[in-house]
């Protein structure tokens, strides 16, 4: 069995040369990984002049001019050509910044150059940028799309970077390592287009099945767009004796463990490896090897002379799993002379812990499962430890898996089937012997068709409760209420829920209904509110209010109402009930005007006759008494002694029942 354990890793500059130049190690201003220099290009209308940098080969692009060949501009915008790749700008704190955005000219040229001062001697400097590529693959009147191809220069040092087209809307970086000489304290960077070296660089450009080379006006692309330039420094090339001092290095950026399971009973003799390291930092560059190496402990580690490649070929002696490897990277065009894993220096490692893996049970089933004729298929399920996945078949052995990683398979097709669940390890992928078989079976009869109900009944009242089945093949169920009864319908007098199954031959299916109880009202009391009469209940329902009997209203307020003798109605709208309350409305005037009009000309008190005792006194602001009455109907025409009263306010002492009331009213004119 071989075990290939993967994690990805893309050193973005496709293809780098730095020229070796000796030195001696040289202590750096900079930390490691410091920025010393960065272009983003900010984000809104962007002042070219006040820049640092500038194009010697290109020119800046022009308000409506066309975006042609050997132009370039700091933008945004990507509409200057239909078929462009839209995409945002890299900077990820600027989603709507700005880029350089660069129509490649075929002849070689410049378009970014800047001046680095204040550069340590003999050190090392990453130059970077990331570039995306604006043509699409399927580019319109393009017979051939040309790849692009960007120079990045330093000094004695220089990238070639080039590539067929990259992804559409994806950034990419590029980056070059150069090595400042004795003496040297600044550099000129440069970035430059040189296309005609990418198509050396890629020969068979030129040549398609015909042999013939695509004309000059048929080949197009090289749009590309640029964002966060970044020179970052990178430390010096160190010497023998240094490797031997502690260096002020870094954590550890990046280390992952990996478990290789070889399943019981397979006894390989040899077990295939193989890394490809990641770099979450882009801290690494220049030529990188491997070095494996192994352990007994997971604490001393030593190296498997000659084992420098990315995949190892771990023995395995007598089927022994009491080792443990691990890879490392060496960085050779920098750190030639020391070794990367020492504690001294940053690493990038991946151990491997090789295990057998017991051979897992069958899974267990957790039952077969029926269902009716009318009715939606079942899910199958089987029960499996941790750590273990269950891959579904049609066959008890060999054959494809149709479902895979899951211990519940949702049934699709319909009749009687018999389906097969293999557990398999997440380590080492290791299958159980025998598959555990599971069965569906369809019935031949329907399922009864039934639909919950919600109903209301009337209290002091009874409710018929019924099955209802819909489906006719089902009429000649069987039933079986909560309540024990075995009749289709039965009658109820109390609120709650009820279910009822309905048998059908073997299938069945249970039905709930449930019943709310719609409550008579009971009328607290009756009150005046000035002409209107107001009635309250102790409980809360959908009622209704009448002072007839017949004619019924939602409001429980009845407005401008004469005093005197009523009877109150009140009922549940749903329910035949109605219960009633006979009241006495009775209010004072707060004025009256006995101007001769006819209206209000006299201030009366209506149904104060229809209580048991009464009396009323009407006083002047003095104290006079001006009209009285006892248990009688009381009414005043604004007159004392046949002599109109002045206007003013009156006041009023009225005893209904025991009960005194005192208060004032007006009298206008």
């Known amino acids: 069995m071989k075990v290939t354990i993967k994690t990805y890793l893309t050193f973005l500059l496709l293809l780098f040369i730095v020229f070796k130049v000796e030195g001696q190690w040289g202590c750096c201003s900079f930390k490691k990984g410091d920025t010393i220099y960065s272009e983003n290009f900010g984000h809104g209308p962007y002042d070219h ?49 700005n880029m350089m955005v660069i129509n490649g000219d075929f002849n070689d040229g410049e378009f970014f150059s800047v001046n680095i001062s204040g550069l340590e001697e003999e050190t090392y400097y990453e130059f970077s940028a990331w570039v995306t590529n604006l043509t699409p693959k399927n580019a319109e009147d ?98 023998s004796e240094i490797c031997e001092e502690e260096l002020p290095c870094e954590e550890e950026i990046y280390t992952s463990y990996t478990d290789v399971g070889i399943c019981e009973g397979d006894n390989p003799t040899s077990v295939l490896l193989e890394a490809t390291p990641s770099d979450p930092s882009g801290r690494f560059f220049g030529d990188v090897t491997f070095q494996w190496q192994e352990s007994s402990d997971e604490n001393n580690w030593f190296d498997i002379p000659g084992e420098n490649d990315i995949i190892f070929n771990a023995p395995l002696v007598n089927g022994s799993f009491d080792k443990f490897y691990r890879v490392i990277l060496r960085e050779n065009s920098v750190f030639e002379q020391c070794d990367i894993l020492s504690k001294k220096c940053p690493v990038e490692t991946e151990y491997f812990n090789l295990k057998v893996a017991p051979i897992p049970d069958a899974p267990i089933s957790l039952g077969d499962k029926s269902y009716c004729l009318n009715e939606t298929p079942p899910i199958l399920e089987v029960e499996v430890p941790n750590g273990i996945a269950v891959n579904w078949y049609l066959t008890p052995s060999g054959g494809e898996s149709f479902y895979r990683n899951n211990s519940e398979f949702i049934v699709t097709e319909s009749g009687t089937h018999t389906y097969y669940a293999e557990a398999v390890s997440l380590l080492g992928g290791c299958e159980s012997i025998s598959r555990t078989p599971v069965t569906v079976v369809q019935k031949e009869t329907e399922i009864p068709i039934v639909e919950d109900e919600t109903l209301e009944f009337c209290e002091d009242t009874s409710l018929t409760l019924s099955a209802n089945v819909i489906n006719a093949n089902a009429i000649d169920a069987r039933y079986l209420w909560d309540t024990g009864e075995v009749t289709e319908s039965i009658t109820v007098n109390k609120r709650g829920i009820y279910s009822v199954t309905i048998f059908h031959e073997d299938c069945y299916v249970t039905k709930s209904i449930t019943v709310n109880q719609r409550y008579n009202p009971v009328i607290r009391e009756v009150t005046s509110k000035g002409k209107s009469i107001v009635v309250s209940t102790w409980n809360r329902g959908d009622f209704l209010y009448s002072l007839d009997g017949f004619n019924f209203q939602m409001d429980n307020t009845f407005h401008n109402k004469e005093g005197g003798a009523y ?28 101007n001769g009009d006819n209206e209000n000309d006299t201030f009366i008190l209506k149904g104060i006759e229809l209580y048991s005792s009464s009396s009323v006194e009407i006083f002047d602001r003095y104290g006079k008494l001006l009209k009285s009455s006892k248990n009688s109907l009381f009414e005043w025409d604004g007159t004392h002694e046949n002599k109109m009263v002045p206007p003013n306010d009156y006041w009023y002492i009225i005893v209904l029942e025991g009960k005194k009331i005192t208060g004032h009213f007006t009298l206008k004119r």
């Open 142 to 239: 393009c017979e051939k799309p040309i790849p692009y191809a960007i120079t990045f220069e330093a000094s004695t040092s220089f990238a070639f970077a080039t590539s067929k087209l990259l992804e559409e809307n994806k950034w990419e970086r590029f980056f070059l390592v150069f090595f400042t000489r004795p003496g040297e304290t600044q550099v000129r960077l440069r970035i430059k287009n040189t296309l005609r070296e990418a198509l050396e660089f890629y020969p068979d450009f030129y040549t398609d099945c015909s042999l013939r080379a695509p004309s000059i006006d048929k080949i197009c692309g090289n749009y590309l767009a640029i964002d966060d330039i970044v020179v970052k420094s990178c430390g010096g090339l160190p010497s």
């Open 567 to 594: 009877t109150v109605y009140v009922k549940e709208r749903y329910c035949n009930e109605v219960v009633r309350r006979d009241y006495i409305h009775f209010y004072i005037p707060k004025y009256f005007t006995p």
């Open 49 to 97: 002049m006040s820049k640092k940098w500038w194009s010697p080969s290109y020119s800046l692009l022009d308000d409506g001019e066309l975006f042609e060949e050997g132009k370039y501009s700091i933008t945004d915008f990507l509409d200057y050509q239909p078929d462009w790749i839209p995409i945002s700008n890299h900077t990820p704190e600027h989603g709507s910044g």
